[in-house]
């Protein structure tokens, strides 16, 4: 028996939802949550409860890897399962219900998650397509459903199931809840896109696993989800800290996550547990940063010691509201004076802090939601999330309102505390309450950017004097009057700041005086890493044709340093950086970071990959940093010519090449600007229409070709010889002809000869292809080559010709490279 789990696509306006795994589902906020994701929790423990007992069980989670209806219903129809699983959800319900219907038609469908509609009996009879339901923690419920519909034992001794009989619904009650939490396997993450899963509080480095240590909470508050769905209210249990740790173990060393998120309900309920966990990760010397999900109120001093010292990196607090009254009212049972002492204790230990508050809680009035605002900024958390208090059917609050003759909206989409009020009052209106909502995330992003402006002008002061150290930096007559401009700036700063800072005027007295100038270089290439997936056969550091014995090249530039290093091209005047490398640069751990922090400097980025390694997700993820340029590194039109030149390689990189450089252009906007580029050899220099064909097909911005490079004695049997150089242009001149666009792209003025085989080949009509307005590509004559043209670069260094850098790297030969100081 085939059972298929799944996470149905969720998406409305353009916006994806976050469903499987949340403790409030909604569409994810545009600004603040385009990446957040938590992982479905449910799904992969009941999927590895069925794996473990011999069942063909399988997890797609359509939201994580972005997959549309259309393509998810064919991915389901393809699998042929024989029973369906899906999740759903208040707010996303109308939208699950269109879904469910569809699968029906494929198979029979169990419907979970912590919505209290579809245990209705008027709602089942409405959707009559829905063959069953499991009430709360479903893992066992699941797991007898399938072995009782493989034996024909029928269904009405399976505790916590619903399900249909001679056309009546039928409710066999509650499940026991799960004592020992540690009988579960852990949950399935093998085959799941886990990169996707991002929910890693203060900043953790990527990927962050998410996993549990306990189940439950001991506390009521009225529009908490999950304790009155999933666990029929106040039950708290927890897991044995060593297989906690266990666990731990696994996700850091063998799945090569670099810091985990703990997203229990309510991690510090039991001091005694959480300190042995703490002691646990100390005893056997593991160092990764790691977060929870706590109460305030339960913290003491000693305990955020103990876990500091453990390498706890951050703590996702509740707070709610700035008034004792109101969290009386919602039975949050919590002490806020002391909630807010040990907020402020987290953070002096240096543990970054994420609070959540609510607007419309019982007894709210717009003072106290300015009062709560006001918190929110003065406590000045890593990241804060405010939402719109919202009556999830099942819940204490839901009951109260509906006692007060309260009429819920029919719309259920409209139970998004994220973007829409579906309560209101006498003083507080929904369009009040959605206002106010958009009010303190545009006062706190005001916030956060003074801050970050304070801090970074005395850290400008220092990159500045550090330059002008190290290379006798200074501003020129063509720079007239920016000196006594940044002078002023910079002493106003300090005279507002801290006594201690005014001192620092001192030397930034000299910093900027003088007549020299020097502008920089516009382009920097910064070689990321040797690293790489990949074995081209031209590569000079990983051709297969290349024998290094056992000297590995695994090095990457520390982020770090790459940091220092954009600041000081921010300070030259460069104008875009190129990130690029003897291997592939989205092998950097920080590949994201990196390009995110080049764009906050305000300087274009480019990204010279091999493209393989990215997926919808990590498209996305370079769309919304503002990566300008990508170039892609291909070689090849077609999956015979790559295997060539990228020997051993599986025909589903290639495919995934071009499905994903589709979904790139189709999803950009404006951009990143696709180039694609390959290098010409004797293996496929008869694929170059191929290749204007893939690059025609894919709808890429730039195709452009150059020869290889050969490596002494190694790779020069790969060179074009005189006939085939010949075949070359007889092509060149074929794709000449099937133009019908002339472009200006290039001038003749900025066409400059370049010094490489090609042109002693006189092979000069080889060069770059633009699309032009009609969608065609127009051959380019020569090849505009990236240099620094005004001669000031030799100021710092003079560079060697790319040649001799790249025997440098080919021969290990690194004390003989002392080109610069940034190594």
Not at 45 to 64: C, H, S
Not at 440 to 449: G, M
């Amino acid at each position: 028996m085939k059972i298929l789990l799944v996470n149905m696509p969720w998406k409305s306006g353009g916006l994806w939802g976050v469903r499987a795994g949340s403790r409030w589902p909604h569409l994810r906020h545009p600004l603040g949550e385009k990446d957040y994701l938590p992982y479905p929790f449910f799904l992969g423990y009941a999927t590895a409860l069925l794996r473990q007992n011999g069942y063909d069980a399988k997890l797609i989670d359509a939201i994580a890897e972005k997959i549309e209806v259309p393509e998810f219903l064919k991915l389901v129809e393809r699998e042929k399962p024989d029973l369906i699983v899906a999740e759903t959800s208040t707010p996303s319900l109308n939208y699950d219900l269109m879904l469910l219907q569809r699968l029906r038609d494929i198979a029979p469908v169990v419907v979970c998650g912590p919505e209290y509609n579809i245990r209705q009996e008027v709602f089942l009879k409405k959707n009559s397509f829905i063959d069953y339901v499991m009430v709360g923690e479903y893992e066992y419920t699941l797991l007898e459903l399938v072995e009782n519909l493989e034996t024909e034992r029928g269904l009405s001794q399976i505790k916590g199931l619903i399900f249909r009989k001679d056309g009546e619904v039928y409710y066999n009650g509650l499940r026991e809840l799960i004592k020992d939490l540690d009988q579960l396997p852990w949950p399935w993450r093998k085959d799941l896109p886990m990169e996707c899963y991002v929910d890693a509080p203060g900043g953790m480095p990527l990927p962050c696993a998410q996993m549990w240590t306990s189940r439950g909470c001991p506390y009521r508050c009225i529009f908490c989800l999950w304790p009155h769905i999933m666990y029929h209210g106040n039950s708290y249990r927890m897991r044995d800290p060593e297989k906690v740790v266990d666990e731990m173990e696994f996700l850091i060393k063998e799945m090569k996550f670099r810091s985990i998120y703990i997203d229990d309900d309510t991690t510090n309920v039991n001091k005694k547990n959480l300190i042995q966990i703490a002691n646990e990760i100390k005893r056997r010397k593991l160092k990764f940063p790691w977060a929870i999900m706590a109460r305030p109120d339960l913290m003491d001093k000693e305990l955020l010691r103990v876990l500091r010292s453990a390498g706890l990196y951050a703590v996702k607090y509740g707070v709610e509201s700035a008034e004792q009254k109101i969290l009386d009212l919602a039975s949050k049972n919590m002490n806020l004076e002391y909630a807010l002492e040990m907020i402020r204790y987290t953070q002096k230990l240096g543990i970054k802090t994420h609070l959540t508050f609510t607007f419309g809680l019982p007894g709210e009035t717009r003072e106290s939601i300015q009062k709560t605002i006001n918190l929110a900024l003065k406590l000045n958390p890593y990241s804060v999330q405010f939402s719109i208090n919202t009556p999830f059917p099942g819940t204490t609050y839901y009951s109260q309102l509906k006692a007060k003759g309260w009429k819920e909206p029919e719309d259920w989409s409209l139970f998004d505390g994220h973007k829409a009020a579906v309560i209101e009052s006498e003083e507080l209106s929904k369009e009040y309450l959605e206002d106010v909502l958009n009010k303190a995330y545009k006062l706190w992003f005001e916030h956060k950017h003074q801050e970050l402006m304070r801090k970074s002008i005395w850290q400008e002061a220092k990159t500045f004097y550090q330059l002008s150290k190290l290379y006798g930096l200074k501003f020129a007559r063509e720079k007239k009057g920016a000196y006594l401009q940044i002078k002023r700036q910079l002493q106003t700063e300090a005279k507002q700041g801290k006594k201690s800072q005014e001192k620092n005027t001192d030397f930034i007295k000299g910093i900027l005086s003088g007549r020299e100038a020097y502008t920089g270089p516009q382009v920097v290439v910064l070689d990321l890493t040797d690293k790489c997936n990949l074995n081209c056969i031209g590569c000079w550091l990983h051709s297969p044709l290349i024998k290094r014995g056992e000297k590995k090249l695994d090095k990457s530039l520390d982020t770090k340093c790459v940091k220092n290093l954009i600041d000081e091209f921010s300070k030259l005047n460069v104008q875009e950086i190129q990130l690029s490398g003897g291997g592939e640069p989205l092998l950097h751990p920080d590949i994201f970071e990196i390009i995110a922090y080049i764009k906050s400097k305000g300087m274009k980025c480019q990204l010279i990959t091999n493209f393989t390694l990215l997926n919808k997700h990590k498209i996305d993820k370079i769309i919304s940093l503002g990566l300008d340029n990508i170039t892609i590194s291909l070689w090849a039109g077609d999956f015979d010519t790559y295997q060539k030149v990228h020997p051993g390689v599986d025909k589903k990189v290639f495919l995934n090449i071009e499905s994903n450089l589709k979904y790139l252009i189709k999803t950009r906007g404006d951009k990143p600007l696709v180039r694609i580029y390959n290098v010409i050899s004797s293996l496929n220099y008869k694929n170059i229409p191929q290749m204007l064909n893939f690059a025609l097909k894919t709808g890429a911005d730039f195709l452009e070709f150059q020869l290889m490079d050969p490596i002494p004695d190694v790779t020069e049997h790969l060179l074009l010889n005189p006939s085939q150089a010949e075949e070359v242009r007889n092509i060149i001149a074929e794709l000449k002809g099937r133009q019908d666009y002339v472009s200006d792209f290039i001038s003749d003025e900025e066409i400059l000869d370049y010094e490489h085989p090609w042109h002693k080949r006189e092979l000069k009509d080889f060069g770059r292809f633009v699309k032009g307005h009609d969608k065609n590509f127009t051959l380019i004559n020569g090849i505009r080559q990236a240099r620094c043209r005004n001669g000031k670069f030799s100021i710092i260094r003079k560079p060697e010709p790319p040649h001799n850098v790249r025997n440098v790297k080919y021969y290990f030969d690194q004390e003989s490279c002392k080109n610069c100081k940034f190594c």
